[in-house]
């Protein structure tokens, strides 16, 4: 059984997919006129706005951090390291490829939620790709929004909410720290059951103080690992644009790599690190307050730029610099900590490195696992009515708290091929809406111009007076 999931889980995740995703990015690149790309001072200044209008459960920052919670997981540690183990430093690349087409992505997803959301029997916004997709497409296509939120609740419910994550969190804390897994996993389940059953106020609040402690943390480790190897840095971005394109040889642990290896494991890792296109982040950009649905897109946008080409970016820095990427018996799970370990000291017999990857692991995982639960709870929301909220919340809570005593490698299998399928219906909504994120797009920066002119005009006049 595992075998066949893992051919059907390479199948899902194979060339159709992949280029499905990047291509969909690349089209609405070339629609928006390269939005990630001009735009993206002005999305990351949009993050610290601090006036909130319009309808929304919680504020666009909190919007971002919530879907950024669910997004920064194990994926930018132990995903990297596998993509390198797996395609060499090439992957990094193509990792950074996919991110800047997934931009565009994420700014049609995050337009499309805004756009398209309702709000449901409980006064609360409910949105995302299966609101996109009956609202703006039509009835008809209730089938595949129905699609969509089905693969969405089993992937919280069976692997990426749940299992995969517990299990994240509970094995680095046994190692570094040898307390009990099964302990570890009831007092998160707890933690999780305590924080949730708030709803998306309470997830987000603590997304805001999380997620940003988190990362900046995060990146603080990575910056002092490069700088006790500042000379290899750009021989390292060398071996990458090189390796991207032309095969790499097996030397010492690396088993060598073809250029589709690279491609392929740079690309895929990417996209399951940033998430952009497979519509879990519109859930929660849904519930943002703001009156300008490409204001939304473009905060949603910075979420990809955030997660891949910031911190996946460093930690794959960190793997080739340190030249533990090419360690013999390291399994890819282990290098980032190898790395770590290789820098940082030891104090009282203790790996310093270890310790402070293991909090990294920790809060990375813990946030995904709060994020998920409300995409998971949106998605039965929309299938079974408010009233299934509630008894999906406590069977997300024991899923947490089973998480610890489970090793099902079918049940990870299976996980991740409903989220690669989850995918689909979310590529084919935004093609057939592109029309109306390019409409708003142009609407929300029009408004923009004529506000700098009517200032513009305000400023002489006082002059003038």
Known sequence: MIEYLDQLDSFVWGPPLLILLVGTGILLTIRLGGIQLLKLPHAL???????QSG??????????????????????????????AAGGPGALFWMWLAAFFGMATKYAEGVLAIKYRQIDANGQ??????????????????????????????????????????????????????????????ALAILVGIITFKGISSISKVAEKVVPVMAISYLIICLTILATHHASIVPAFKLIIESAFKPLAAVGGFAGATVSMA?????????????????????AAAAAKTEWAAEQGLISMTGTFIDSLVICTLTGL?????????????????????????????????????????????????????????????????????????????LFVFMVGAGAFLQLEAVWLIADIVNGLMALPNLIAIVALSKVVVSETNAYFDYLNQSKEVEIKSVRVVKEQ
């Open 45 to 51: 200044k949009l993050i610290f706005k601090k006036e």
């Open 55 to 84: 309808e929304g459960d919680i504020s666009s920052f909190g919007a971002l951090c919530t879907a950024l919670a669910a997004t920064v997981g194990t994926g930018n540690i132990i995903g990297v390291a596998t993509a390198i």
């Open 125 to 186: 916004v409910a949105g995302g790709p299966m609101y996109y997709i009956i609202n703006g497409m039509g009835e008809k296509f209730r089938p595949l929004a129905s699609f969509f939120a089905f693969s969405g609740v089993l992937v919280a419910l069976l692997g990426m909410g749940t299992f995969t994550q517990v299990n994240a969190i509970t094995s680095s804390i046994e190692s570094t720290l040898h307390l009990p897994a099964e302990g570890v996993g009831i």
């Open 263 to 283: 491609i392929r494991n740079g690309i895929a890792r990417g996209v399951f690190s940033n998430e952009s296109g497979l519509g879990s982040a519109p859930i």
């Open 318 to 394: 960190t793997l080739i610099v340190t030249g533990v990427w090419q360690t013999p018996g390291v399994t890819a799970s282990a290098l980032t900590e190898t790395a770590f370990n290789s820098v940082l000291p030891t104090i009282a017999g203790i790996p310093l490195g270890s310790v402070l990857l293991m909090v990294c692991l920790t809060l990375f995982a813990f946030t995904t696992i709060l994020g998920w639960n409300y995409y998971g709870e949106r998605c039965c929301e929309f299938l079974f009515g408010v009233k299934s909220i509630k008894p999906y919340r406590l």
